[in-house]
């Protein structure tokens, strides 16, 4: 009688609980980065898969025509580092909301942008700020160091030949030839970069012909610095020191 009064309170307990629950949290998904303003990027299409959440870091590239001229956007050199695990709650890596929040500005004011760059100021609007090596730009493939932890080498950003930017991650499993769809100016507290010239803008981008692997959407967001330092004393080529989030969706 005992044991079968054992059965029927196994049972009873067992259709009270619902199906798969477990005392432990489940890990929060990434949710993509809100401008906090009136104007706020489009958000992944529903059933878009997060595959990375990378770290750039390197610079923004201008050319001043002449002086007194807008500076003309000519693309961006960066290194990728993979952040994914250190969003908060994803795993012992993980960072606090605080300290994740203020990642990019941390990175670009306390280390040095991690590539190659020329020697020569000649053609320069701002000396004190050199473009990178034009044979050599990508030192070699290593993690970037995060305080308590490293954060493992992704890949690269560059514009390609052709003026479109370019994504290659994972040793080239990911190759995304991205295309522009929308852009919204960042936050006002931003952080402007060690020069102050402000950070850049926000950006959704879709893949384009001739893209290797899942990857369909690349979102910019939580920049930091890499706007121009103006055309106002020098014509010639400018960059500018930058960080910022990519987050890769399929």
């Known amino acids: 009688m005992f044991k079968a009064y054992l059965v029927l309170l196994s049972a009873s307990l067992a259709l009270a609980l619902p199906t798969g629950s477990s005392c432990a949290n489940s890990p929060k ?54 952040i994914t695990s250190f969003y908060p709650g994803q795993s012992s890596q993980s960072l606090s909301q605080k300290d994740w929040d203020s990642l990019t500005s941390r990175v670009l004011q306390t280390q040095d942008v991690p590539l190659n760059f020329n020697s020569s100021t000649e053609g320069r609007v701002e000396p004190d700020s050199p473009g990178a090596s034009q044979t050599d730009p990508f030192p070699k493939d290593a993690p970037l160091d995060l305080e308590c932890s490293k954060a493992p080498f992704l890949g690269h950003h560059l514009f390609n030949s052709a003026g479109v930017p370019e994504f290659i991650l994972d040793g080239g499993k990911i190759n995304v030839l991205a295309g522009k769809d929308a852009g919204v100016d960042a936050p006002a507290n931003a952080d402007k ?19 290797v692997g899942d990857a369909k959407l690349v979102y910019r967001v939580s920049t930091a610095g890499g706007n121009s330092h103006g055309c106002g004393n020098a014509a010639g080529q400018d960059s500018t020191k930058y960080t910022a989030m990519y987050w890769f969706y399929t």
Do not use: R
């Not at 401008?35 to 992944?44: F, K, M, R, V």
């Not at 010239?197 to 959704?204: F, P, Q, R």
């Open 193 to 211: 970069g060690p020069d102050g010239t402000g950070a850049v803008a926000w950006l959704k981008l879709s893949a384009k012909e001739g893209t």
């Open 29 to 82: 998904a990434p949710a993509l980065p809100q401008t906090d303003g009136a104007s706020n990027l489009p958000q992944p299409p529903e059933g878009s898969k997060l595959l990375h959440i990378a770290l750039g870091f390197g610079i923004q590239n201008y050319t001043c025509a002449s002086v007194g001229a807008s500076p003309a956007a000519t693309g961006a050199l960066a290194m990728l580092y993979d």
